[in-house]
């Protein structure tokens, strides 16, 4: 499923769907907090931050249940261009050119 989180940022979730929206709704406050407090949109990279250390600490604690979902985060702008980023159910944020996630990961790396 592909989401709108901010003017400028776009996600892709592969896994539970209700995680998914989970962590969505998540993004999308994080992006109005920020534009909220900055006056300005917030970088991508600031929100895979957030995002990771949100979805790291559901992992971390017993008594919360691990998020099943992975992200794929991307934003365009004329300055930088095409970032695009990926945060796995741990919390692990890392920066791709080209990235696949979800059941035909393997497929698409060939």
């Known amino acids: 499923r592909v989401h709108s989180v901010d003017s400028h940022i776009g996600a892709a979730v592969a896994g539970l769907l209700s995680d998914a ?3 969505v709704n998540r993004a999308r406050d994080e992006a109005a907090d920020y534009r909220d407090t900055f006056q300005v ?3 991508l990279k600031s929100l895979t ?3 990771g250390k949100y979805m790291h600490y559901f992992t971390v604690y017993g008594s919360l249940r ?3 979902v992975c992200i794929l985060l991307g934003t365009w702008d004329e300055a930088n261009g095409a970032k695009l980023m990926e945060i796995d159910p741990s919390g692990t944020v890392r920066g791709y050119y080209g990235c696949a996630v979800g059941k035909g990961k393997q497929n698409a790396k060939t």
């Open 49 to 51: 931050e957030r995002l």
């Open 41 to 43: 949109p917030i970088p």
């Open 66 to 68: 691990p998020f099943g």
């Open 21 to 23: 929206r989970a962590v």
